[in-house]
């Protein structure tokens, strides 16, 4: 089973700030790589796919980059409502995929 | 609308069993791999089973042997009937579709819980 490490377990910025977070595969999983976004009592919401092509409708301040076992989310100017869980998912043996641990994004 | 609405969740003893349900609307349902996904509270999300458009299925280790996804393509329609549940099946079961060629799930049911619990 691939393991996903996602890091840190919670980043702390302000509104308007640049936020990174990491996820690290234990082997590699080329671009095969998703990125979601969870709020309290919703499911989760595809941001990310491919590594880096954004989801329908996901706006422009989220970015993904990465391959093999090294991968970034990244939104460029955080928003209210981009405080939120994130996980990363990795797909690359069909379909024994699995979930990084989160990165919760909170308000500093 | 494209949406997935999930139901049968419940409190059931352990050892008990329990069927789930996911109703497809807004997209083409037999053309869709889908797949259940679950998470305990506070924990990771983990991928439980999945089933293919032609019908093929799959478990994840802690599941096979116990669990049994279908499809009624007919009637838009998931199903993931759980036997000999266990304490550690207690979660939230999200029914969700696979996105085109990739792995990534792009629609998600609302999720319903499943407590397994003397």
């Known amino acids: 089973e691939i393991v996903m490490t996602q890091s840190p377990a919670t980043l702390s910025v302000s509104p308007g700030e640049r936020a990174t977070l990491s996820c690290r595969a234990s082997q590699s999983v080329g671009s095969n790589l998703a990125w979601y976004q969870q709020k309290p009592g919703q499911a989760p919401r595809l941001l990310i796919y491919g590594a880096s092509t954004r989801a329908t409708g996901i706006p422009a301040r989220f970015s993904g980059s990465g391959s093999g076992t090294e991968f970034t989310l990244t939104i460029s100017s955080l928003q209210s409502e981009d405080f939120a869980l994130y996980y990363c998912?990795?797909?690359?043996?069909?379909?024994?995929?699995?979930f990084g641990q989160g990165t919760k994004v909170e308000i500093k | 609308e494209v949406q997935l609405v999930g139901s049968g969740g419940g409190l059931v003893q352990p050892g008990g069993s329990l069927r789930l349900s996911c109703a497809a609307s807004?997209?083409?349902?037999?053309?869709?791999?889908m797949h259940w996904v679950r998470q305990a509270t506070g924990k990771r999300l983990e991928w439980v089973s999945a089933i293919g458009t032609a019908g093929d299925t799959y478990y994840s280790g802690s599941v096979k042997g116990r669990f049994t996804i279908s499809r009624e393509n007919s009637k838009n329609s998931l199903f993931l009937q759980m036997n000999s549940l266990r304490a550690g099946d207690t979660a939230l079961y999200y029914c969700?579709?696979?996105?085109?060629?990739?792995?990534?799930?792009?629609?998600w049911g609302q999720g319903t819980m499943v407590t397994v619990s003397s």
């Open positions: 969700a579709r696979v996105f085109g060629g990739t792995g990534a799930f792009d629609i």
């Open positions: 998912q990795h797909y690359n043996n069909w379909p024994l995929w699995t």
């Open positions: 807004g997209f083409t349902f037999s053309n869709s791999d």
